[in-house]
Every structure is written in C-alpha cells, then in structure tokens.
C-alpha cells in the first residue's frame, strides 16, 4: 500500500514539474516577444546605440559618429528618429556642451537642408553620405569659428578627416542598422554586411570608454566578450576579422589601447581553433592570448587587471544563452546551424512543391474519373430516352392532326407506345420491311399507318447519326479518361521522388569519403541521391586525372565493393569545376546490356523507305526497340511512320505506360487528319535488370526469338495505329535470356518473297540456318537472303532490326575496402 501512495506521488510531483517547465517556457516565450516588440518594433535599442555613438570620439577629439547614424536612421527608420536624435544628444551632454552643440547643429542643420534636398533628389539613400560630408565640414567650421575664432590649419584638417570618417561611416550604417533594428527571416549575412555590423558594434564600444568598474575597463571586457561570440559562432577567420575590426577602432578612440588589436586578433583565431571545446575552449582560448600577448601592453603591472577582465569576459560569454549564439549563427554563412536553417528551408520547399505536384496528380486523376463515369451508357442500343425523343418527334408530325389523338394516347398510350417503340427498332435495323405481321397489325390500328411508318423511315437517319455521336463522344471521352489518370500517376511519382529524404545519406557519404581518401584517392566531395538497390545514384567531384581513367578503374571497383553491387561511371564532365575539379556521376550497372543490329532498303532501291525504327534507352531502367510502317511508299510514309516513333519516344520518356502512350498516339494519329494514313508500330519494351520483354505488336509483322536452335514467334492481332478511335491492345510478354537474339522486321521483310507459300516457316528455317549471333551480321544476312528470294527486286520497304541480349559484365574487378564495406549499405 505504501509503495502504491509513493508511486501516486511520485506521479503527482512529475505532472507537477511538467506543468511547471511548461509555465516557465511559455513565460520565457513571452518574455522574448516582449523583448523583441519593445527593443525591434518599439525601436529601443536605437536608444542605447544612440546614446554610446553620442560620446564616441575618435582621438579624443572627433565625433564622427553621432550625424552618420542620425541620418542612416532617418533615412531608413523615419518614425524612430526622434529617438535617435534624444539619445544622441544625451549621450553628446555627457561629454561636454561643446560637443552637444555640435551634435544638435548637424542633426538639426539637416532637417533644415533635407526639405530642400528632397525637391532635386527622390532617394535620400543615394546622396545621404554626401549630404554627411558637407553637414560635418561646415557645421564644425561654424562651431570653431564661433568659440575659437579663424581655424587654424591643424583643426581644418581634421575637420575634413571627421568629415570624411562621416562619409564612411555613413555608407557603413546604411548596410548594418537594419541587422539590429528590423527582424528578418531566411536571412544570410554577406561579408560586407558582417564588416559593417562589426564596425557598429564596435563604434559603439568606443563610447564606454572611461567606464569603469573597480579599476577594470568596461570597453575591455565587452570587446573581448564580442569577440569570443563571434569566434565560438563562425570560427577562426570571422573570430579574427572581428578582433582586428574592433581593435583598430578602439585604438582609435584611444591610443594606449593599440596592443588591445593584437589580442582581440590572436584571441579570435585562439577561440575560434578550439571551438570544438564547446564554449570552454573558446573561452580557453581567450585566456591563452591574453597571457602571450597581455604582458607586452603597458607592463607586467598590468597583467593581473588584463587576466581579471579577460576572465569576466570569459563568465559573461558562458552564461550566454545558447539561444542566442544559435541565433546568431544561423546569419553566418558556414556555420552548422546556417546550414540546417537552409536546409530546413529548403525541405520546406521541397515539401510545398511536392504537395503541389501531388495536388495537380489529384486535379488530373479527379478529371479522368470524371470522364470515365461517362453518363452515357457503353451499350449503344437504343436507350429509353432517345426513343422517346424520337417517337415524340413522330407523334408531333402524325398524330397532332389525327382526329384519334386523344382514343390512342390516352385512353390506349401503353398499346399505342409499344407499336411505335417496335417499328422504330425494326426500321433501325432495317427489318420494317420484312415484318408483315407488324405492318399488318399496325394499318388496323392506326388510320394514318402508313404516313407514320414513311415518316419514321425518312427520320431514322437522324437518329443514328445521333447514336454515332453518342458512341464517339465515348470513346473520346474514356481516352481522355485514360490519359489524364497516365498523367496523374506520372505526377504522382514525381511527388514523391521530390520527397525522398536526402539527409539520410550524410553517414554513408562520409564513410565513402574516408574510405576512398585511406586509399589514396583525393575527393573534393561525396553526393549520394539514391542507394536502391538497381538505382544508385551518386555524384563525386575528384582532381583532373589526365585521361587516366581512374573513375573507371579504381573508384568505380571500391564503391562496387562499399554497396556491395557493381557500379560504373554513367556521366563524366572534366574540369567543370572553377578549382579545375572533374564531376563524375556513378550508378548501378545494369544486369543485361543489348546490342543491335539494322538493316533496311527502300522499294524498288530508293533513298526514302516508309519504314522507320528507334532505339531508345530509358532512364528507368528499360530499353525500347521499336519498328513503324506507314502506308504506302515514300516521302508520305515516311513522314508518318517518323512521326510515330518520334511520338512515342516523347510519351515514353515522361514515364507514361507503354499502353496508355500507343493510346495517346492512336488517338493523336487519327484526330489529325481526314486522309486514310495509317501505321504500324512493332514495340518491344527489354527490362534491362531481369530481360523481361513486353510486346506492342500494332498491325505489324510477326516477331522471332532465336534461342539456341530453337525459333519462337512473336505476333498479336492488332489493327494498325490510326484505323479507330477506340482501340484495345494485346500485349505479350516474355522472358528472354543472355545469348537471345530478337528479330523484328517489317511487312516488306516478313512478306518479301512472293512464291513462298508459308512465310512463317521459311522465315524460321532462315533463321535457324544463321551460323552467327552478331546483330548486324543476321540482320545483313537476312536482309539477302529476302532480296535473293525475290530475284533481286525489292518491291516493298524492307527493315530488319536485332537484338541480342547479354549479360552485362564489368571491365573491371572491385578493389576490396575493408573497413567501410558493411558500414555504407
């Protein structure tokens, strides 16, 4: 019992300390969007920047900064430059009034002079550094003449350097206020924009000097704490740039802190080396430059001071929130989390486009049921509907007039309608005639029998004409059907191709990378975009091998090894890379490979054959042999066997199924043109990873497959492509194997010799008699043999194309990586 009560409390304590961790987040969010509001929106931070760029000086003397950041935020942020202008001049009072004044002329000076800049120039950014310049020459000449009298030439000239710092400093701001002062997201900083935010972090430091705390220099403390973020965020070379950029400017405010460079600079490179030590290191690093460097200020006196602030800076960047060093580094290019937000932004837009896609698949499978739920019915009889349209229009013609209207259709309607319902099927079928019983019967029952039996006869053309229409508008429909929803699936695969995670190869991707670089062979880098088996697809950027071949050779036969499948160079470019890199592209290698032979002549020995043949290789896999006939003889047929291939080479390249692409061109063939043209198409579709061979034969000649001694023969009865709209095709299939040979020839080859009786058995008798498995030998021979048959005359076009199937076996053994061979499968 006691044990259950402990375990009910223990429960109790645990929701509690949920709750409590939720409350604390939700209140820390809140906290953070309240901050961001009032410091981003609300525009306070401009109040603590303005306020230090008020007392920064350069040498003591010059206040180049107050008029640059004025005008940058006046030309930038409007509404907020009122609180730069408060703040500036606050922070101006607590170096002297002189300096005020200054800093309240210049600002003021040009509100004044912007009214009457604005009417010549339309964009206050474009002239803005300018206007800096000329404000901060004349203003401080002005304050000079008033309380000094004639400047003298030392302080003209440094007035003209303020100015100039004023120019400066003003195209700097431009670029870095908007980082602190409007939220961006999927945002990247460009190494100008990162220069200059660094300048104005640390113009603003410049106005803590003379802030100090028991002796220890506030400027100190916060340049080496900016540093350390910058260095443990982005690593040697930011760490570095940022400890020289704000070392050269605190030197500037102040010449005692000259060495303060070159320990904010080794400091940087220190942090940024030891990084992987998480924020200890960095912090370590720190602490290492400034005993190296800290000795050689101003004495050993003030190590101890330097060691003390040094540590303080240490402290205040290890309670640093994670948050925000991450936030910080999602900005920098080359960072991890720079990297993941990127990459997170582009899953993303992976994802809606894939869903897009998705979405235009579900449009078109939504189209394609809505036209195969044809209303009309696939039983093209007469329907009830129809008959009666037709029967009405009968009555209106007979019966409106007849003085037994009303005995006949309302008094006897079902005997009436049955009669008439009976003739028009008769008269349909053209039997009315033939019918006498039904004549007979119908002049006894109808006074005007036979006017309604001449009329219905006249009108019956109309209603078939009609059931054609019907009957076509189905069959084009159901077309339409088919092709939309072969479309669909395409899209449909492509969606979730897009999405298909590529992250899950990161481990593989190194495990290739160190194992080809322990071997000796330098990699620039390791893409891998798919590792199914039969379908691995990965890139490789390597040196300039001079021809050598060592992608063939040497890659290709360790990473057959690693995935534990043969894999062989699908794609090389040399040198396309600016480093003078080579991107080379390996995939699996297929299991067979075909070789092909042609053979072909025109009728009566032209240069034009109305045959046509493709071979074509497609990207999943498969290869397509394909022969196309045109009707007749010459440049016609020619034309529109061409125009076959050409069409179905395009389908079949988008994914469509082979079905559904002889479909589309049937449906395209016989819609385009009124003239009796059509063609025949021979396809055999070779899966190149099993040899599994489908066959389209569209009208065409009969295919064979020599195996051995063995002849086997290939044929389906389909009509040639462009004789119907509405076409069902037979498809055959059948497994090949490694030494077949596949013959496939046109009509003009099949039919050519015009005393054999039996083409079929001579065909395979020549076939059988071939002494060689060569492709082009057996199609040369064959392509004789025809010719010889027919007394040398060739009186149709004649095509021959074959095949033999192979095993596909790599020029080179794999080379054995033992470490990594288990691990990257």
């Given at each position: 019992?006691?044990?259950?009560?402990?375990?009910?409390?223990?429960?109790?304590s645990?929701?509690?300390?949920?709750e409590?961790?939720?409350?604390?987040?939700?209140?820390?969010?809140?906290?953070?969007?309240?901050?961001?509001?009032?410091?981003?929106?609300?525009?306070?931070?401009?109040?603590?920047?303005?306020?230090?760029?008020?007392?920064?000086?350069?040498?003591?003397?010059?206040?180049?900064?107050?008029?640059?950041?004025?005008?940058?935020?006046?030309?930038?942020?409007?509404?907020?430059?009122?609180?730069?202008?408060?703040?500036?001049?606050?922070?101006?009072?607590?170096?002297?009034?002189?300096?005020a004044?200054f800093?309240?002329?210049a600002?003021?000076?040009?509100?004044?002079?912007?009214?009457?800049?604005?009417?010549?120039?339309?964009?206050?950014?474009?002239?803005?550094?300018?206007?800096?310049?000329?404000?901060?020459l004349?203003?401080?000449?002005?304050?000079?003449?008033?309380?000094?009298?004639?400047?003298?030439m030392?302080?003209s000239?440094?007035?003209?350097?303020e100015?100039?710092?004023?120019?400066?400093l003003t195209?700097?701001?431009?670029?870095?206020?908007?980082?602190?002062?409007?939220?961006?997201?999927?945002?990247?900083?460009?190494?100008?924009?990162?220069?200059?935010?660094?300048?104005?972090?640390?113009?603003?430091?410049?106005?803590?000097?003379?802030?100090?705390?028991?002796q220890?220099?506030v400027?100190?403390?916060?340049?080496?704490?900016?540093?350390?973020?910058?260095?443990?965020?982005?690593?040697?070379?930011?760490?570095?740039?940022?400890?020289?950029?704000?070392?050269?400017?605190?030197?500037?405010?102040?010449?005692?802190?000259?060495?303060?460079?070159?320990?904010?600079?080794?400091?940087?490179?220190?942090?940024?080396?030891?990084?992987?030590?998480?924020?200890?290191?960095?912090?370590?690093?720190?602490?290492?430059?400034?005993?190296?460097?800290?000795?050689?200020?101003?004495?050993?006196?003030?190590?101890?001071?330097?060691?003390i602030?040094?540590?303080?800076?240490?402290a205040?960047?290890?309670?640093?929130?994670r948050?925000?060093?991450?936030?910080?580094?999602?900005?920098?290019?080359?960072?991890?989390?720079?990297?993941?937000?990127?990459?997170?932004?582009?899953?993303?837009?992976?994802?809606?486009?894939?869903?897009?896609?998705?979405?235009?698949?579900?449009?078109?499978q939504?189209?394609?049921?809505?036209?195969?739920?044809?209303?009309?019915s696939?039983?093209?009889?007469?329907?009830?509907?129809?008959?009666?349209?037709?029967?009405?229009?009968?009555?209106?013609?007979?019966?409106?007039?007849?003085?037994?209207?009303?005995?006949?259709?309302?008094h006897?309607?079902?005997?009436?309608?049955?009669?008439?319902?009976?003739?028009?099927?008769?008269?349909?079928?053209?039997?009315?005639?033939?019918?006498?019983?039904?004549?007979?019967?119908?002049?006894?029952?109808?006074?005007?029998?036979?006017?309604?039996?001449?009329?219905?006869?006249?009108d019956?053309?109309?209603?078939?004409?009609?059931?054609?229409l019907?009957?076509?508008?189905?069959?084009?429909?159901?077309?339409?059907?088919?092709?939309?929803?072969?479309?669909?699936?395409?899209?449909?695969?492509?969606?979730?191709e897009?999405?298909?995670?590529?992250?899950?190869?990161?481990?593989?991707?190194?495990?290739?990378?160190?194992?080809?670089?322990?071997?000796?062979?330098?990699?620039?880098?390791?893409?891998?975009?798919?590792?199914?088996?039969?379908?691995?697809d990965?890139?490789?950027?390597?040196?300039?091998?001079?021809?050598?071949?060592?992608?063939?050779?040497?890659?290709?036969?360790?990473?057959?090894?690693?995935?534990?499948?043969?894999i062989?160079?699908?794609?090389?470019?040399?040198?396309?890379?600016?480093?003078?890199?080579?991107?080379?592209?390996f995939?699996?290698?297929?299991?067979?490979?075909?070789?092909?032979?042609?053979?072909?002549?025109?009728?009566?020995?032209?240069f034009?054959?109305?045959?046509?043949?493709?071979?074509?290789?497609?990207?999943?896999?498969?290869?397509?042999?394909?022969?196309?006939?045109?009707?007749?003889?010459?440049?016609?047929?020619?034309?529109?066997?061409?125009?076959?291939?050409?069409?179905?080479?395009?389908?079949?390249?988008?994914?469509?199924?082979?079905?559904?692409?002889?479909?589309?061109?049937?449906?395209?063939?016989?819609l385009?043109?009124?003239?009796?043209?059509?063609?025949?198409?021979?396809?055999?579709?070779?899966?190149?990873?099993?040899?599994?061979?489908?066959?389209?034969?569209?009208?065409?000649?009969?295919?064979?497959?020599?195996?051995?001694?063995?002849?086997?023969?290939?044929?389906s009865?389909?009509l040639?492509?462009?004789i119907?709209?509405?076409?069902?095709?037979?498809?055959?299939?059948?497994?090949?194997?490694a030494?077949?040979?596949?013959?496939?020839?046109?009509?003009g080859?099949?039919?050519?010799?015009?005393?054999?009786?039996?083409?079929?058995?001579?065909?395979?008798?020549?076939?059988?008699?071939?002494?060689?498995?060569?492709?082009?030998?057996?199609?040369?021979?064959?392509?004789?043999?025809?010719?010889?048959?027919?007394?040398g005359?060739?009186?149709?076009?004649?095509?021959?194309?074959?095949?033999?199937?192979?095993?596909?076996?790599?020029?080179?053994?794999?080379?054995?990586?033992?470490?990594?061979?288990?691990?990257?499968?």
């Amino acid at each position: 019992m006691e044990r259950i009560e402990r375990r009910i409390v223990s429960q109790i304590s645990e929701v509690r300390l949920n709750e409590t961790q939720a409350v604390f987040s939700r209140w820390m969010r809140h906290v953070k969007v309240r901050f961001a509001h009032l410091f981003i929106h609300k525009g306070f931070m401009l109040l603590a920047i303005g306020f230090l760029l008020g007392r920064a000086l350069i040498l003591s003397k010059l206040l180049p900064f107050a008029l640059p950041f004025f005008v940058s935020v006046y030309a930038m942020r409007r509404d907020k430059a009122g609180l730069a202008f408060i703040a500036l001049v606050a922070g101006s009072l607590t170096i002297s009034f002189e300096t005020a004044l200054f800093v309240f002329a210049a600002m003021f000076s040009f509100l004044l002079l912007n009214q009457f800049v604005k009417k010549f120039f339309d964009d206050l950014l474009k002239v803005a550094p300018f206007v800096v310049f000329c404000l901060s020459l004349s203003t401080k000449l002005a304050i000079v003449y008033f309380f000094s009298g004639t400047p003298t030439m030392y302080e003209s000239v440094m007035t003209l350097i303020e100015a100039g710092l004023g120019f400066v400093l003003t195209l700097i701001f431009l670029q870095s206020i908007p980082l602190l002062t409007v939220q961006k997201h999927k945002q990247s900083l460009r190494a100008e924009e990162m220069v200059s935010l660094v300048i104005l972090l640390a113009s603003m430091l410049t106005g803590t000097i003379g802030w100090e705390i028991s002796q220890l220099s506030v400027e100190h403390i916060l340049s080496r704490y900016l540093v350390l973020v910058f260095a443990f965020v982005a690593g040697t070379t930011v760490g570095s740039t940022v400890g020289v950029v704000t070392g050269l400017i605190l030197s500037l405010a102040n010449v005692d802190n000259l060495y303060q460079m070159s320990l904010l600079a080794f400091a940087g490179l220190l942090g940024g080396l030891l990084k992987e030590g998480k924020k200890i290191g960095a912090a370590f690093g720190l602490l290492i430059a400034t005993l190296l460097i800290g000795l050689y200020g101003n004495g050993k006196t003030d190590a101890i001071p330097t060691m003390i602030e040094s540590c303080l800076a240490a402290a205040l960047f290890l309670l640093t929130p994670r948050s925000w060093t991450e936030t910080v580094a999602k900005y920098i290019p080359g960072t991890v989390e720079y990297t993941n937000e990127q990459q997170q932004y582009v899953r993303k837009i992976r994802d809606v486009t894939a869903q897009r896609v998705s979405q235009f698949s579900r449009v078109f499978q939504a189209l394609a049921n809505s036209f195969s739920n044809d209303r009309f019915s696939s039983n093209y009889k007469c329907d009830e509907k129809e008959i009666d349209y037709f029967l009405s229009d009968i009555t209106e013609k007979t019966c409106q007039t007849c003085f037994k209207k009303e005995q006949c259709w309302s008094h006897q309607f079902d005997t009436t309608y049955e009669y008439m319902k009976q003739m028009m099927v008769e008269v349909d079928a053209g039997k009315l005639l033939q019918n006498h019983q039904l004549l007979r019967e119908w002049n006894r029952y109808c006074v005007k029998g036979k006017k309604v039996i001449s009329i219905m006869e006249k009108d019956v053309a109309n209603y078939q004409a009609n059931k054609k229409l019907r009957k076509q508008i189905h069959e084009s429909r159901k077309l339409v059907a088919e092709q939309l929803m072969g479309v669909s699936q395409v899209m449909e695969d492509f969606a979730k191709e897009i999405q298909r995670e590529r992250e899950n190869h990161y481990l593989q991707e190194e495990q290739i990378f160190r194992a080809l670089q322990d071997f000796g062979i330098e990699i620039g880098h390791v893409d891998i975009y798919s590792l199914e088996k039969g379908n691995i697809d990965i890139e490789m950027s390597i040196p300039y091998c001079e021809g050598r071949g060592e992608c063939e050779k040497l890659i290709a036969p360790m990473l057959s090894d690693i995935l534990g499948e043969t894999i062989v160079v699908k794609r090389e470019e040399c040198a396309v890379y600016p480093n003078g890199y080579c991107c080379v592209a390996f995939g699996s290698m297929k299991a067979f490979v075909v070789e092909t032979g042609v053979a072909f002549a025109a009728k009566g020995g032209g240069f034009v054959s109305g045959d046509s043949y493709s071979m074509i290789e497609l990207g999943t896999g498969k290869y397509a042999i394909a022969i196309s006939d045109g009707m007749g003889n010459g440049e016609r047929a020619h034309n529109e066997s061409n125009e076959t291939l050409r069409l179905l080479q395009k389908i079949l390249q988008t994914g469509i199924d082979e079905t559904v692409a002889i479909k589309s061109i049937n449906s395209i063939l016989s819609l385009r043109t009124t003239d009796e043209i059509f063609s025949t198409l021979d396809l055999a579709m070779i899966d190149l990873q099993n040899a599994f061979t489908k066959f389209l034969k569209i009208g065409s000649s009969p295919s064979f497959i020599k195996r051995g001694n063995n002849v086997m023969k290939i044929e389906s009865g389909n009509l040639p492509i462009g004789i119907i709209k509405e076409i069902e095709f037979e498809m055959v299939n059948e497994q090949l194997k490694a030494g077949d040979l596949l013959i496939m020839m046109s009509d003009g080859v099949f039919e050519g010799p015009s005393h054999v009786e039996n083409h079929e058995v001579w065909m395979k008798r020549k076939i059988k008699e071939l002494q060689t498995n060569n492709p082009q030998e057996v199609a040369d021979l064959i392509m004789e043999e025809v010719i010889r048959a027919s007394s040398g005359k060739i009186e149709d076009d004649m095509t021959v194309v074959v095949a033999q199937i192979k095993h596909n076996t790599p020029k080179w053994a794999t080379i054995p990586a033992y470490m990594y061979a288990k691990k990257a499968q």
